[in-house]
């Protein structure tokens, strides 16, 4: 890690207040997507420092104005008070010429060409945001997509680079005068949230079943429970594709979905309720729980607890995770059962299927219904996967909530392609010397996971 700080200081310490300097700072890494520039801009305005702020191809990119003593504690903050989703790179300042602004400001970003910025990965709903979820006097209380610069989705909506609403999968929704305030309010959570929405202007859930018309909003999404319920198969769209899902303590629609699915005995993965549930079901140690509970949200193998034949035959081990997305907490609310299977929705070998036209063609054999989200994920990213070794956490499958993070530095100026292996393949790119690695990806002797592969 190169944390370059050049603090240009004019004069002692004593009379340098008098002058006003300018700066000009660089911030590279994932500052994107993670409340990076609302918190430029509280520390700006905490120190009475002027200028502006702007995402680049690069980054984040800060002209700053203001007194050395100011400009250093703005420096210092910036360094060490960094929101918690973001990962710093580099923090390089230079002195640049004086300008004379009088307020500082978040501008519009620049759209370039040379594109290094680095993605957020996807993050679980927040504590705040599941606090305004169920409290019915909230405006997003029931809200199926809530988020704000500290959760939701990142690497599944993001269509280009700067990181802004424009260039995600939430253009076609415009902003209510509410979400517009709450967009705009520099201390609230919500200061540039580009995926903002609520219910009245954002996107919702409907449930697709047999041939009755589509049911919307919490309606599907209690419709689906009941369904779950019932021993029925559903295929949910989350953040990075769909599931199939259905009660993993009922045998009978465990079964009809291995055999619907063509597959006769890999363990399916299982999302229960809550940690109360997951310890229940599986073995866990402190340092277990944590994991399971990251902001990631992977699928955590543990010894099991519980006998689950059919969810994971001839092992003594099973897969679980928790809620991460909004819509999770709600089903689980609305009565699905406290144990669900959760498996990557697709038929045997094929990759994730994410997008809708494609799900209903892929899945219709399998799911008795369809709890379709109307935002679009812009690629897929399946749930990762890790176990507690000895030595800590072993990642089994590197996906959402972790990719697309840096993995490693290499000391090399040129980029750098690794295309990864048949099985279980990923690839890597390092640009700058940073070597980003895709999500899992998945076995290449299957035609659509060649293509997936290719569309990285
Ligand atoms: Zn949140
Ligand atoms: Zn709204």
Redesign the pocket.
Known sequence: MHSLINVSHSGDSETSHAFCLAQLTRVTGIVQGVGFRPFVFRIAQAYDVRGWVLNDSAGVHIHSEGTSRSLSMFLRDLRQLAPPAAVIDGIDSAATTFVGFDDFRIVDSIVGTDTTAGISPDLAVCDDCLAELFDDRD?RAQYVYINCTSCGPRYSIVIGLPYDRSRTTMSDWE??????SDYRNVSGRRFHAQP???????PQYLLRYGSSSDQRGLAAIRSAAALLSDGKIVAIKGIGGYHLACNADSADAVKALRERKFRKDRPFAMMVADMQTARRTVSLSPEAEELLSAVARPVLVAPALVVLDDVAPGTSELGVMLPYAPLHYLLFANGAPERLVMTSANRSAEPIAYRDEDAFDRLSSIADAFLVGERPIARRVDDSVVRLGAAGPMMLRRSRGYAPGPVARIPVTRPVLALGADLKNTITLVVNGIAIMSQHIGDLENHSARQASAKQ
């Open positions: 405006a902003m209510c005068a509410k979400c517009a903002i929405s609520c219910g009245e202007c954002g």
